[in-house]
């Protein structure tokens, strides 16, 4: 059990396709994360999220849409995805940073997107 | 903005043996966090070692230390009695002090032989 959990773990979806990411943590953490991780390439920040509020959104273009309705969930609407957005999208989630952020992020183990 | 860099893509050690990964960084700021998470093929980043960095003692973690030279901008990681478990991509991290961004390296791929 790893305290935040991603479904599904596998994903295909054509370029026409909707889909949805999920991730779920039940630690009590107010912030949650969305990371996307492709080959060769450092982790890269997608979006923030704190006490269900949107306070990052690292340029990411809008085929991706995040929802947060409650702490403890949060989702990635997927729509009109490119090939080269197939990668490893990783949820995480944290202490707000105000009481703890410094602790580090306790991660999912992704949903591995393939786009045809 | 702040940057992270891991030097070494790939690493292979015999079990038992002692393996140093690498991390430099790049910050004006005098108060943050690092950390070094692990990756294996199960791919859930765990979270192996933290540093705070007005704290000038190393930390440890059972078989895991680090190097952290502030100066430097070095943050090492040191794995003692390496063993199979330990085969996996490894990772370092930074957090500024109050932000929540943790902004990560390259990655390093360690494999621990037989």
């Known amino acids: 059990e790893t305290g935040v959990t991603q479904t599904p773990r596998h994903l295909v979806m054509g370029m026409t396709n909707k889909k949805s990411l999920k991730c779920e943590q039940h630690?009590?953490?107010?912030?949650m994360y969305w990371y996307k991780q492709s080959a060769k390439k450092p982790l890269e920040l997608m979006f923030v999220?704190?006490?269900?509020?949107?306070?990052e959104n690292n340029s990411v273009p809008s085929r991706f849409s995040p929802e947060c309705p409650n702490s403890s969930h949060l989702f990635l609407h997927l729509h009109t995805l490119q090939p080269e957005d197939s990668a490893l999208y990783l949820c995480?989630?944290?202490?707000?940073?105000?009481?703890?952020?410094?602790?580090?992020?306790?991660f999912g183990s992704g949903t591995r997107l393939t786009v045809v | 903005a702040q940057t992270v860099t891991q030097s070494q893509p790939e690493m292979s050690v015999q079990e038992a043996e002692t393996v140093t990964l690498s991390c430099t960084y790049d910050?004006?700021?005098?108060?943050?966090?690092l950390f070094w998470y692990k990756q294996p093929p199960s791919r859930q980043m765990i979270l192996v070692i933290r540093?705070?960095?007005?704290?000038?003692q190393n930390a440890t973690e059972n078989r895991f230390s680090v190097n952290f030279q502030k100066a430097a901008k070095s943050f090492s990681l040191k794995i003692s009695d390496s063993q199979l478990g330990d085969t996996a991509m490894y990772f370092c991290?930074?957090?500024?002090?109050?932000?929540?961004?943790?902004?990560f390296g390259q990655g390093t791929r360690l494999t621990i032989n037989p």
């Open positions: 995480a989630s944290s202490q707000d940073f105000n009481s703890g952020a410094g602790y580090g992020y306790t």
């Open positions: 630690l009590g953490h107010n912030a």
């Open positions: 999220y704190n006490f269900k509020e949107q306070t």
């Open positions: 910050t004006s700021e005098s108060n943050y966090y």
């Open positions: 540093q705070e960095a007005y704290k000038q």
């Open positions: 991290a930074f957090m500024n002090r109050g932000a929540q961004k943790l902004v």
